[in-house]
C-alpha cells in the first residue's frame, strides 16, 4: 500500500529538527498544546499539496523556526540565515507507472542515506537573484522577497501536484475560517477523486456552459462593438464546488455532522484515498457522535494510511495505543512497544487518564475520588504550595489496576508514585517493596503494617483526636464495614469516602499526614 513512511523536518516553525517514522495504517499525534502537532501535519501538506507556493514570501516570518532565526541575529551573515527543509520518504510500488519519477539518492547530515521514494521541499536564500544583498543581510535583515521555494523529487525532478504520487486529503475541523475550510477540503476531494482527465473535462466543460448561461442573460450590449462577458479565469470550477449530503450543502451542516460527513467521505473505500490527515477530529461532536466516528475509523483503518493529530483521551485509547506517537521536546517517541494486551485493554476502556498520564511530567497514581481529593490538601502542607507548581498530576485509576498505566508509562522516562492499599496483606508489602528496588523510576507506596490497611484507617489512626471532633456519627448506627467493627468513626470514613474526604477538605484544618504518604511525596520530588 502507497504511504508516507517518514517525515523530516528542519527549521520549520516549532521544529529546529525532527523525524517521525509513520506506521503503515493508523498514527495517532499526541502530544502537549503547542507541542507541534499542527506542525507536522502542515509539513506534510506544505510536501505533498505545495502549500505556500503562491502565497506572499512575508508568510515565512511565521514558518521560519525562530532558534535558527535569532541564532543568525546574533551573528547575522548569509551563511546563517534560517532556512526550512522538508521530506517525506514514500512507501511506493515500484510497478506502477511513475514510481521512478521519485527514486532517487537521499542524504542525510551530508551522508549517503541510499535510493528511496520521496519528495523534498526547500525554502532558502536564493544567492544568485539575492547577490548584492551582502550588506542587508549583515546588517541583520533576512530578505524575505529574495527566497525561493522548491519542490523536487527524490530523483532531483521538479515536483507538481499533477504528479502527486498519493492520493491524499486533509480533514481539519478547527479552522475557525468555514469558507476557506471547506473550499480547501473541496478542493482536495475534487483532486483525489478523479483523474486529470476527468478534472480536465470536467473544468472545459463547466466554462462553456457558464459561457452559455451568461448569453442567455440577454443584457444589451454596451456599445456597437462592446458587451459584457464572463472572465473565465475568475471563475474556476474548483472554487465554487461543494459537497452536497441529501441536497444540503456540507458547509450548511452543523458542526458536528460536518465532521463526520467529511470523515465518512475521506474513509469512503470508493474513493482509495493512500493517505488521510485528520486535526482534531473530536471538535464539535457529542460523545455518541465521536464513538460512531471511532468505529468507522476503527473499521477502515487498514484501507489507507489514517493520521490523527488529538487531545482526546477517547481517540488515542480507542484506536490503540501502540498507533500512538508522543510528540516531546525530544523528539516523537512511539508506544508501538506498549504489552498488546494493556493496549487492547484500553480500547475498551473509556473512562482511562491515559493521554494525562502521557502529558504530566510526574504522576501520583492513586486508587480512588479520596485520595483524589485529599492528596492534593495533603501536599500543599508537607511542601508549602500547590502540587501543580511542581508540574505533578494525580490520577485516579477508577478501577483500572495501577499496573497498566506503569506499563504505558514504562519506558517513557517519568516518575510515578503509586498510592495504593495493602489490603491487609503482608505479600502486598513484599512485592511492593520488592518492585521499589527493582524500578528506578516507578515506586509503590502504602502502609508499612496490615494494621494500616487502607487509606481511611491510616489517616484515622494518625488523626484520630481531630476526627473524632470533627466527624458526626448517628446514635444507634453501627457503621459496619464488610462485616467489621472499625469503631464509629472509622466505620464511617469506610462507609462514606468521598463525603468524609469532602468535609476534611473543606474544614480547613492542618492534619497529621500518614508516613507513607510523606515518603512518596518526599520521593517524587527526588
Known amino acids: 500500500m502507497n504511504h508516507i513512511k517518514t517525515l523530516d523536518i528542519m527549521g520549520f516553525k516549532k521544529f529546529v529538527s525532527l523525524h517521525v517514522d509513520f506506521n503503515e495504517h493508523m498514527n495517532i499525534l499526541v502530544g502537549e498544546n503547542e507541542a507541534g502537532k499542527s506542525t507536522i501535519l502542515d509539513a506534510i501538506k506544505t510536501v505533498l499539496n505545495q502549500q505556500y507556493r503562491n502565497v506572499d514570501k512575508s508568510v515565512l516570518r511565521d514558518l521560519f523556526n525562530m532558534q535558527m532565526v535569532n541564532e543568525y541575529l546574533m551573528n547575522p551573515n548569509v551563511d546563517t540565515l534560517p532556512r526550512i527543509q522538508i521530506e517525506i520518504e514514500l512507501m511506493l510500488d515500484p510497478s506502477k507507472k511513475g514510481a521512478d519519477y521519485f527514486y532517487g539518492e537521499v542524504y542525510g547530515s551530508k551522508k549517503k542515506q541510499g535510493e528511496k521514494y520521496g519528495i523534498r521541499f526547500e525554502c532558502k536564500f536564493d ?7 551582502e550588506e542587508s543581510i549583515t546588517d541583520g535583515k533576512i530578505p524575505y522577497e529574495y527566497y525561493s521555494l522548491t519542490w523536487t523529487t527524490f530523483a532531483n525532478r521538479p515536483y507538481q501536484m499533477v504528479k502527486r504520487p498519493l492520493k491524499f486529503i486533509s480533514v481539519n475541523t478547527t479552522s475557525s475560517a468555514v469558507a476557506p475550510s471547506f473550499n480547501y477540503y473541496n478542493r482536495t476531494l475534487f483532486d483525489s477523486k478523479y483523474d486529470e482527465q476527468t478534472r480536465m473535462k470536467a473544468k472545459n466543460k463547466f466554462r462553456d456552459k457558464l459561457e452559455e448561461a451568461f448569453d442567455l442573460v440577454e443584457l444589451p450590449q454596451i456599445s456597437d462593438t462592446r458587451k459584457f462577458g464572463v472572465d473565465s479565469k475568475k471563475v474556476i470550477l474548483e472554487t465554487v464546488i461543494s459537497v452536497y449530503e441529501n441536497s444540503i450543502a456540507l458547509e450548511n451542516r452543523g ?4 465532521s463526520l460527513i467529511k470523515t465518512q467521505i475521506a474513509l469512503d473505500r ?6 488521510i490527515l485528520m486535526e482534531e477530529p473530536e471538535n464539535h461532536l457529542g460523545f455518541t457522535t465521536l464513538r460512531k466516528m471511532l468505529q468507522e475509523i476503527s473499521d477502515r483503518q487498514d484501507e489507507s494510511q489514517i493520521i490523527v493529530a488529538t487531545h482526546n483521551n477517547m481517540i488515542a485509547s480507542r484506536l490503540n495505543l501502540n498507533n500512538v506517537l508522543w510528540i516531546t521536546e525530544d523528539g516523537v517517541q512511539s508506544l508501538s512497544g506498549v504489552d498488546k494486551a494493556v493496549a487492547e485493554f484500553f480500547v475498551r476502556a473509556d ?6 498520564l502521557l502529558l504530566s511530567k510526574k504522576v501520583f497514581l492513586v486508587e480512588g475520588a479520596t485520595e483524589f481529593l485529599l492528596l492534593p490538601y495533603f501536599y500543599m502542607q508537607l511542601i508549602g504550595h500547590p502540587i501543580e507548581e511542581d508540574g505533578i498530576s494525580v ?3 477508577n478501577g483500572i489496576s495501577y499496573e497498566k498505566y506503569l506499563a504505558i ?5 517519568k516518575r510515578i508514585a503509586v498510592i495504593t492499599d495493602n489490603d491487609k496483606k503482608t505479600g502486598n508489602i513484599t512485592k511492593a517493596d520488592e518492585f521499589n528496588r527493582n524500578n528506578e523510576l516507578q515506586h509503590i507506596f502504602m502502609g508499612a503494617t496490615i494494621e494500616d490497611w487502607t487509606w481511611e484507617i491510616c489517616v484515622y489512626n494518625i488523626n484520630k483526636a481531630a476526627l473524632d471532633k470533627m466527624i458526626t456519627v448517628q446514635a444507634g448506627a453501627d ?10 468513626v472509622a ?3 469506610l462507609n462514606n469516602k468521598v463525603d468524609v474526604a469532602y468535609q476534611m477538605l473543606m474544614s480547613g484544618k492542618v492534619f497529621e499526614v500518614p508516613q507513607y504518604i510523606k515518603d512518596a511525596v518526599k520521593w517524587i520530588n527526588e
Open 491 to 493: 466505620g464511617k470514613m
Open 127 to 133: 544567492e544568485e537573484i539575492g547577490s548584492g544583498l
Open 395 to 397: 490520577i485516579s485509576c
Open 479 to 488: 457503621y459496619l464495614f464488610h462485616g467489621n467493627d472499625y469503631g464509629k
Open 409 to 413: 508509562a514504562k519506558g517513557t522516562g
Open 255 to 258: 458542526s458536528g455532522m460536518e
Open 270 to 275: 470508493a474513493n482509495g484515498l493512500d493517505v
Open 351 to 356: 473512562d482511562n487518564a491515559f493521554l494525562q
